[in-house]
């Protein structure tokens, strides 16, 4: 072999070596995406199982900020965020319908349910009735810990209180402006009831001394939806990557991983994107 073929050769692989370093570069280089979210997403731990493999396969990074579904809309009003992942179906409406938000999808469900001390002194367990229970909270002068940040599970509280026509001003209810751990690690504390998503209930059960008293009430069925954020409103908006981090997770791919995402053997979330 020639000294001519081998600098050709050399000449070759350094070209070769220097484009994978460039793309490497580039990917690595992406303006990371920001995304406004639920605390259940996060406390859940979804997003440390999913958002690991969306970077390694993208190239983008996520800048996860957390916070109750009304503070990451607003986040989104704000373009202080990419994109939203959500679960207050009236909530996101008005988001859309103002013009803050485009592209809503469904992404994945799960379900509220009501804990409580096993103890159980409002008779929870022998009720069927979501509404009926927080009266019953209310009428046997129990401690019920509501989040009280218009989180997604916040609202979802008030129009279960709404529902019993009474209002939640007893001595026993209180409003903590937490998000969901906090809330459920309080309710322990406290021998107190709360509501929460099964999500981040199935994620923290084994650190409290809480059980599951009332589920299945169709109204405590709890879907989320992935909106980007309007860029007509903020044009320096990283759109590109907030689809690109959109139309991942409502692929076939990302739908099984987050089928795939158990806790102590369970799935925490229904993924049901492509059923809509």
Not at 54 to 63: H, I, L, S
Not at 139 to 157: A, L, M, V
Not at 175 to 203: H, V
Request: aromatic share 8%.
């Amino acid at each position: 072999m020639t000294i001519k073929t081998n600098l050709k050769r050399f000449a070759l692989s350094l070209a070769a070596s220097l484009l994978i370093a460039g793309a490497a570069h580039a990917e690595a280089t992406k303006t990371p995406i920001r995304l406004a979210t639920t605390t259940s997403t996060e406390q859940s731990g979804l997003l440390g199982w999913l958002l690991p493999q969306f970077t390694k396969e993208t190239g983008y990074p996520v800048q996860v900020m957390a916070a109750g579904t009304g503070q990451s809309l607003k986040m989104g009003e704000n373009g202080d965020a990419d994109l939203v992942m959500v679960h207050a179906p009236s909530a996101e409406k008005k988001f859309v319908d103002a013009g803050f938000g485009i592209e809503p999808v469904h992404l994945m469900y799960n379900d509220f349910v009501i804990v409580g001390p096993a103890k159980d002194p409002a008779g929870l367990a022998k009720l069927h009735d979501a509404a009926q229970a927080l009266q019953a909270i209310k009428e046997k002068g129990q401690t019920f810990i509501s989040r009280g940040d218009e989180s997604g599970t916040h609202i979802k509280e008030k129009t279960l209180w709404q529902a019993t026509n009474v209002k939640p001003d007893f001595a026993g209810y209180k409003s903590i402006g937490q998000g969901m751990g906090p809330t459920l690690t309080m309710a322990s504390e406290l021998g107190a009831y709360t509501l929460t998503d099964r999500g981040t209930w199935l994620a923290y059960q084994s650190k409290l001394d809480l059980t599951v008293l009332l589920e299945g009430d169709k109204r405590l069925f709890n879907p989320y939806q992935v909106i980007l954020v309007n860029p007509k409103r903020y044009p320096d908006l990283n759109t590109e990557g907030a689809r690109t981090l959109k139309n991942w997770l409502v692929s076939e791919h990302g739908q099984k991983l987050i089928g795939d995402f158990k806790v102590a053997g369970q799935a925490l979330f229904v993924a049901d994107a492509n059923t809509k």
